[in-house]
């Protein structure tokens, strides 16, 4: 029996978000409601797709249709919201055997793949796929360009002593020092202003620097409504009452990953903001169970050297793409004005 693709409308969320707690690739980001957000703030059109093997499902992958003058575009995630990672996730029950996992997936990716010619045929697609799933031949055999990427995650296990003793010597000090400071501050977790806050913190970072920032105002705090109390987690550090800095998390099962913030404090505050707003969030991680805590991504030389003073392990996932032929110059102006992550 071959696999059925169907695209799943608004009347079967439930049935969709069930599916996912049965996949080790799902995210938060693949439940209905941060589908919905997404689409809306990025101006796209979502597809769910979703995989039937007979009435069983075996898979889903969303993805957004984007127009933009002569081009169609598939993306998953969507452009220009900082969405790291989203692409398919499939369903595993039991323990299947290797076979049976292989035929499943290929059927799975070839049936969304001839869903994706026939209703928009677009001229490129772009995938970036969860941490979790290792095996992306699929795409290839559907001639896709298939790139490895990289993204930098802490093993929180062991207890607080044991995380912090994997850091380097200059974190463990910057650490300390700030939490001996003389300096009165605080750090709380806090609601939708907060998201607010630590975004006007961050624009204002990129308008210093002259760089463009493409997340629609307000994204954050949209998705923050949208999901379940504590996937959206931010935290806000005061001196004196005034925000210095923070940072917006997303829980996401096992792992909590640190998503948007921690940028460069203001010069007169004497305290390692980001170093503590980090260790806040990986204690309260610890103490709700929490097993890993990413550092959202590695593909920048000059972050990744502090990243590293957390000591992480480097983490794979892939990035996808399929172009039609012809429009390679086409496509590199296309480029410059969507920015994916």
């Known amino acids: 029996m071959s696999i059925e693709i169907e695209c799943v409308g608004t009347d079967r969320h439930e049935e969709w978000d069930s599916a996912l707690e049965h996949s080790p690739h799902a995210t938060v980001f693949h439940r209905c409601a941060a589908l919905e957000q997404l689409a809306a703030d990025s101006g796209t059109e979502l597809h769910r797709l979703m995989g039937f093997k007979g009435q069983e499902p075996i898979g889903v992958l969303p993805i957004f249709e984007l127009h933009k003058g002569p081009f169609s575009a598939v993306f998953s995630p969507p452009p220009n919201l900082w969405i790291p990672r989203l692409g398919p996730a499939f369903i595993v029950r039991g323990d299947p055997k290797q076979r049976k996992r292989e035929r499943r997936r ?16 677009p001229k490129y697609l772009r995938v970036r796929t969860p941490t979790e799933l290792d095996d992306v031949r699929q795409f290839k055999w559907n001639d896709c360009t298939v790139r490895p990427e990289y993204t930098y995650v802490t093993d929180l296990s062991g207890g607080k002593d044991a995380v912090r003793d994997r850091f380097t010597s200059e974190a463990r000090r910057r650490l300390r020092n700030g939490q001996e400071s003389d300096s009165e501050y605080t750090i709380s977790e806090e609601g939708l202003d907060a998201t607010e806050t630590v975004m006007h913190h961050v624009e204002s970072r990129y308008n210093e620097q002259g760089e463009p920032f493409p997340v629609p105002t ?120 969507v920015q994916y992550s």
Do not use: C, M
Request: no cysteine; net charge negative; hydrophobic share 35%.
């Open 106 to 121: 290929q059927g799975f990716i070839d049936a969304a793949f001839e869903y994706i010619e026939d209703t928009i045929d």
């Open 218 to 337: 307000g994204f954050p705090g949209r998705l923050y409504e949208a999901l379940q109390p504590g996937q959206i987690r931010p935290y806000v550090l005061r001196v004196d009452g005034d925000v210095v800095g923070g940072h917006i998390y997303y829980d996401d099962g096992d792992t909590i990953s640190g998503w948007l913030g921690n940028v460069k404090p203001p010069d007169h505050v004497d305290l390692p903001v980001n170093e503590l707003l980090i260790w806040r969030g990986i204690t309260d991680a610890i103490g709700r169970g929490r097993t890993a805590y990413e550092l959202v991504g590695a593909g920048d030389p000059r972050l990744n050297r502090y990243k590293l003073h957390f000591g992480p392990e480097l983490t794979g996932f892939y990035s996808v793409e399929r172009s039609g032929t012809g429009i390679d110059s086409l496509l590199q102006l296309y480029r410059r004005f």
